[in-house]
């Protein structure tokens, strides 16, 4: 069986274990902790093999560094996955062991690491690993917590698609712009509800085909999920799972733009070079889809509902920052704010270093 490399250790600890209820494997990988303690969700998902679930928990803890550091929020990178074989079942009460085993897996980080839902997971199921251990954000808004939030992450992914429609066009108005979005998710439904809402015109796919219904309640163009990287439109909104820009599907991506929520749309990080050699620009994943952390780390500080939304809007300005220093340093977006999310963890490990 082939499984994906294991990407650079550069992490604090990554701890792999198998629940002791589910007899799942899990993974919680806390790549920087420099900032402050780590946030980011749990990821269940069925892989080929456990080692391909400590591979993307890890990838996917690298870039929540990134992340959070560009958001502002005082958080470092973490990330979790339950990795799923595939002939796992898993029924409603394995399902429930799972969750407690990772919640004594993220107890044993002492709260360098705090969990809340990503793919696969729900604010429900958060509930259930705060049973174990109280290192959860993201619980539903009946017991206390921040809620859903897929629509902070909405609203900063608009935010930024502005920024790049004003960036290709002159003008930020989506009105009249071409739109392909790909996956009707919690986050890309409320994203595509936003920009018909604002006149732009939309073609969506989903691997779940009954979203057509509401696909066409937007008067959107529904397409196969397999035209979704030979579309022609004004711009390309993954919003789905990664990987999906490789060299071969950008080598002919029929778009000006790339911008939007799904993590690590490029299947390598080259595909920013070659985006570029093409024309293409390309708004990267991390900056843009911070809004759901930044909506749970401002919700457990207690921030307001105005406060929360100002600071999803100036995702867009963050944006707007990482464009200008990509044009001046003559570099692609990716590299700018890989290397201004660098600059702020290494900042605060320094400071750190200083207290010690």
Same mark, same amino acid.
């Given at each position: 069986?082939?499984?994906?490399? @294991?990407?650079?250790?550069?992490?604090?600890?990554?701890?792999?274990?198998?629940?002791? $209820?589910?007899?799942?494997?899990?993974?919680?990988? @806390?790549?920087?902790?420099?900032?402050?303690? &780590?946030?980011?969700?749990?990821?269940?998902?069925?892989?080929?093999?456990?080692?391909?679930?400590?591979?993307?928990?890890?990838?996917?803890?690298?870039?929540?560094?990134?992340?959070?550091?560009?958001?502002?929020?005082?958080?470092?990178?973490?990330?979790?996955?339950?990795?799923?074989?595939?002939?796992?079942?898993?029924?409603?009460?394995?399902?429930?062991?799972?969750?407690?085993?990772?919640?004594?897996?993220?107890?044993?980080?002492?709260?360098?690491?705090?969990?809340?839902?990503?793919?696969?997971?729900?604010?429900?199921?958060?509930?259930?690993?705060?049973?174990?251990?109280?290192?959860?954000?993201?619980?539903?808004? &009946?017991?206390?917590?921040?809620?859903?939030?897929?629509?902070?992450?909405?609203?900063?992914?608009?935010?930024?698609?502005?920024?790049?429609?004003?960036?290709?066009?002159?003008?930020?108005?989506?009105?009249?712009?071409?739109?392909?979005?790909?996956?009707?998710?919690?986050?890309?439904?409320?994203?595509?509800?936003?920009?018909? &809402?604002?006149?732009?015109?939309?073609?969506?796919?989903?691997?779940?085909?009954?979203?057509?219904?509401?696909?066409?309640?937007?008067?959107?163009?529904?397409?196969?999920?397999?035209?979704?990287?030979?579309?022609?439109?004004?711009?390309?909104?993954?919003?789905?799972?990664?990987?999906?820009?490789?060299?071969?599907?950008?080598?002919?991506?029929?778009?000006?733009?790339?911008?939007?929520?799904?993590?690590?749309?490029?299947?390598?990080?080259?595909?920013?070079?070659?985006? &570029?050699? $093409?024309?293409?620009?390309?708004?990267?994943?991390?900056?843009?889809?911070?809004?759901?952390?930044?909506?749970?780390?401002?919700?457990?500080?207690?921030?307001?509902?105005?406060?929360?939304?100002?600071?999803?809007?100036?995702?867009?300005?963050?944006?707007?920052?990482?464009?200008?220093?990509? $044009?001046?340093?003559?570099?692609?977006?990716?590299?700018?704010?890989?290397?201004?999310?660098?600059?702020?963890?290494?900042?605060? $490990?320094?400071?750190?270093?200083?207290?010690?």
């Amino acid at each position: 069986m082939t499984t994906a490399p @294991l990407p650079e250790f550069t992490h604090e600890r990554v701890s792999t274990a198998v629940g002791e $209820r589910s007899g799942l494997t899990m993974t919680v990988a @806390l790549h920087s902790s420099a900032i402050g303690p &780590a946030l980011g969700g749990c990821r269940l998902w069925r892989y080929p093999a456990w080692i391909d679930g400590v591979a993307d928990a890890m990838r996917l803890a690298s870039a929540m560094t990134m992340k959070n550091a560009l958001a502002d929020i005082g958080a470092g990178g973490g990330k979790s996955v339950i990795a799923l074989g595939p002939d796992d079942v898993l029924d409603d009460e394995r399902r429930r062991d799972a969750l407690l085993d990772l919640g004594d897996l993220v107890q044993t980080f002492d709260g360098l690491y705090r969990t809340a839902e990503d793919v696969g997971t729900t604010e429900h199921d958060m509930l259930v690993v705060s049973e174990r251990t109280p290192h959860v954000l993201g619980l539903p808004a &009946a017991n206390g917590g921040a809620g859903e939030p897929a629509e902070g992450t909405a609203l900063g992914v608009y935010a930024s698609i502005e920024r790049v429609v004003e960036q290709v066009f002159e003008s930020g108005s989506v009105s009249g712009r071409s739109f392909v979005i790909s996956g009707l998710g919690q986050v890309g439904s409320r994203l595509a509800t936003r920009l018909a &809402a604002a006149g732009a015109r939309l073609s969506v796919t989903d691997i779940d085909a009954t979203k057509q219904a509401f696909a066409s309640s937007l008067g959107a163009r529904w397409i196969a999920p397999d035209e979704a990287l030979t579309t022609p439109a004004d711009v390309l909104v993954p919003a789905g799972l990664g990987g999906v820009l490789t060299p071969a599907a950008i080598a002919s991506l029929p778009v000006k733009a790339v911008v939007g929520p799904a993590n690590n749309p490029l299947a390598y990080a080259s595909g920013a070079e070659h985006l &570029a050699s $093409r024309g293409i620009l390309y708004a990267p994943d991390f900056v843009v889809n911070a809004g759901g952390v930044i909506h749970l780390a401002m919700v457990a500080e207690g921030a307001s509902a105005r406060e929360i939304e100002g600071r999803l809007l100036g995702i867009g300005d963050t944006l707007s920052e990482v464009f200008h220093a990509a $044009r001046a340093q003559g570099v692609t977006p990716l590299a700018a704010a890989q290397a201004l999310a660098v600059q702020r963890v290494e900042q605060a $490990r320094e400071r750190r270093s200083a207290l010690v």
